[in-house]
T-cell receptor, first 112, second 113 residues
Framework: DVKVTQSSRYLVKRTGEKVFLECVQD?????MFWYRQDPGLGLRLIYF???????EKGDIPEGYSVSREKKERFSLILESASTNQTSMYLC???????????FGPGTRLTVL | AQTVTQSQPEMSVQEAETVTLSCTYD???????LFWYKQPPSRQMILVIR????KQQNATENRFSVNFQKAAKSFSLKISDSQLGDTAMYFC??????????WGAGTKLIIKP
């Protein structure tokens, strides 16, 4: 089974703090994704990566950056957290041209 | 722009009943994939069922089946003999030619005992 883990289930941060969310997968998948999930809006793509050191902006990249130094690890960075970044963050992986995305458990981030 | 619409924010049915969740989408592409994902309370998102647009036969996975109407751009999910464990958020998603998923807003399904 594919296993996708995220560093924290719940996280509380202060406005202006730098926040790191980490995603690790054990299936050697090339593609990794970061989404945020908000009620009534579904999932919105923040960034994705097709390979190590490669990244592409999704639909809502503003205020976020990412890092992929190793194939199994994809980090989402909030350079200066703001209250409007309070959300559920989901990481997903898939093979190239893979039909199915495999998700981590999510991190519920609250920015005070 | 490609969009996915789920018009039912919340539904509830009694255990053992059949329920249908609706999804419509908009695209100019001819070959694509459609998915239903399930997110149980406090648990991970998992794939329920997928449909390839070039296949006319509707996909089925045990109690879950779809009604895929390509011309109408409709992709509904039918859950037969619903169980308490089916309580979850259900998301419809469309995969575009760039292999990215476009998601609907979700339907919260509650199965009542």
């Amino acid at each position: 089974d594919v296993k996708v883990t995220q560093s924290s289930r719940y996280l509380v941060k202060r406005t202006g703090e730098k926040v790191f969310l980490e995603c690790v997968q054990d299936m050697d998948h090339e593609n990794m994704f970061w989404y945020r999930q908000d009620p009534g809006l579904g999932l919105r793509l923040i960034y994705f990566s097709y390979d190590v050191k490669m990244k592409e902006k999704g639909d809502i990249p503003e205020g976020y950056s990412v890092s992929r130094e190793k194939k199994e690890r994809f980090s989402l960075i909030l350079e200066s957290a703001s209250t409007n970044q309070t959300s559920m963050y989901l990481c997903a992986t898939t093979l190239p041209r893979g039909e199915t995305q495999y998700f981590g458990p999510g991190t519920r981030l609250t920015v005070l | 722009a490609q969009t996915v619409t789920q018009s039912q924010p919340e539904m509830s049915v009694q255990e053992a009943e059949t329920v249908t969740l609706s999804c419509t989408y908009d695209t100019s592409e001819n070959n694509y994939y459609l998915f239903w994902y399930k997110q149980p309370p406090s648990r991970q998102m998992i794939l329920v069922i997928r449909q390839e647009a070039y296949k006319q036969q509707n996909a089925t996975e045990n109690r879950f089946s779809v009604n895929f109407q390509k011309a109408a751009k409709s992709f509904s999910l039918k859950i037969s003999d619903s169980q308490l464990g089916d309580t979850a958020m259900y998301f419809c998603a469309f995969r575009d030619s760039n292999y990215q998923l476009i998601w609907g807003a979700g339907t919260k399904l509650i199965i009542k005992p």
